[in-house]
C-alpha cells in the first residue's frame, strides 16, 4: 500500500473515506463529531464526514463500545478516546480495527490506519500513494467541487 490510499467503511457505511496509513501510530483514528455514549457506557453514537472541507454527507453511526484509551497524538498531549471496531476495506481485503473517535478537522485526513491494523497483512510504501487504487471519479469529483 502507498501512505495514503482510497478505503472503506462498509460495516458503518461510508463507502470511500481518504486515509493516511500510519506506521508510526499503534491505533486507527476516526474523525468524528457529536459524540454521545449511552447512559451504560456500552454504545456510542456519533457523526462521520467522510471529506476533507466539506459539512456534506455526514453519515450518522451507532455501535458498542470495545475501550477507553489515553492516546498521546503527535504534538504530545495526551486525551481520552472512545475505542470502537471499524472495518476497513482497502485493497479488496476487509480488515477489524480498533479505532479511536476524536476531532480530525484540523488533521490532513479524516482517517488514520495505525500498525495494528496493517499488521493484518500490509506493507507500505512510504514512496507511493493510492497503490490500491482510487474511488470512482464522480465521487472524488464531487469532492474536489466541494472544496
Given at each position: 500500500m502507498g501512505w495514503r490510499?482510497?478505503?472503506s467503511l462498509p460495516g458503518i457505511g461510508v463507502p470511500w473515506i481518504k486515509a493516511k496509513l500510519d506506521t508510526g501510530a499503534r491505533s486507527s483514528a476516526l474523525h468524528?463529531?457529536?459524540i454521545e455514549e449511552s447512559a451504560d457506557g456500552e454504545r456510542v453514537r456519533f457523526k462521520v464526514r467522510p471529506w476533507q472541507r466539506s459539512v456534506e454527507d455526514a453519515v450518522e453511526v451507532e455501535c458498542p463500545v470495545h475501550d477507553r484509551r489515553m492516546v498521546r497524538s503527535s504534538s504530545g498531549h495526551s486525551e481520552a478516546r472512545i475505542v470502537v471496531l471499524v472495518e476497513?476495506?482497502?485493497?479488496?481485503?476487509?480488515?477489524?480495527?480498533?479505532t479511536t473517535l476524536s476531532n480530525r478537522d484540523q488533521m490532513g485526513f479524516r482517517m488514520l490506519i495505525g500498525r495494528e491494523a496493517l499488521r493484518q497483512g500490509f506493507l507500505v510504501n512510504p514512496r507511493k500513494s493510492f497503490l490500491a487504487g482510487r474511488a470512482p471519479k464522480p465521487i472524488r469529483r464531487r469532492n474536489r467541487d466541494r472544496a
Open positions: 490510499e482510497w478505503v468524528a463529531f457529536d476497513v476495506g482497502i485493497s479488496g481485503r476487509t480488515v477489524l480495527a480498533e
